[in-house]
Nanobody
Framework: QVQLVESGGGLVQPGGSLRLSCAAS????????MGWYRQAPGKQRELVAV???????VYADSVKGRFTISRDNAKNTVYLQMISLKPEDTAVYYC???????????????WGQGTLVTVSS
């Protein structure tokens, strides 16, 4: 089974930085799109950033200039470097993968379990 496991969440002060990682496992051949979503308390899940294979990244307006998404295809891992964090960035961050090919199977969408990021002084 294909799994996405996030790590790197935690408590950080406003203005601080945090780096999230998400590793996909399960005999994966390729992943078309990887990205990050987040869900704040009382709000719907929203897209943070996506990084299609071989294409340009896309960021939510709220994080442009502060967050950087990257991926290591050899490791089937996606990262989210977050700087200048604000209290409104507080949320559970979910790793996302689209178009995953693994073990002769194709998975349209795969979600991680989420990692909590809390920005507070």
């Amino acid at each position: 089974q294909v799994q996405l496991v996030e790590s790197g969440g935690g408590l950080v002060q406003p203005g601080g930085s945090l780096r999230l990682s998400c590793a996909a496992s399960g005999s994966i051949s390729s992943i078309d799109v990887m990205g990050w979503y987040r869900q704040a308390p009382g709000k719907q899940r929203e897209l943070v950033a996506v990084i299609p294979s071989g294409r340009s990244t896309v960021y939510a307006d709220s994080v442009k200039g502060r967050f950087t998404i990257s991926r290591d295809n050899a490791k089937n891992t996606v990262y989210l470097q977050m700087i200048s964090l604000k209290p409104e960035d507080t949320a559970v961050y979910y790793c996302y993968a689209e178009g995953v090919r693994a073990s002769s199977s194709w998975y349209p969408k795969v979600w991680g379990q989420g990692t909590l990021v809390t920005v507070s002084s």
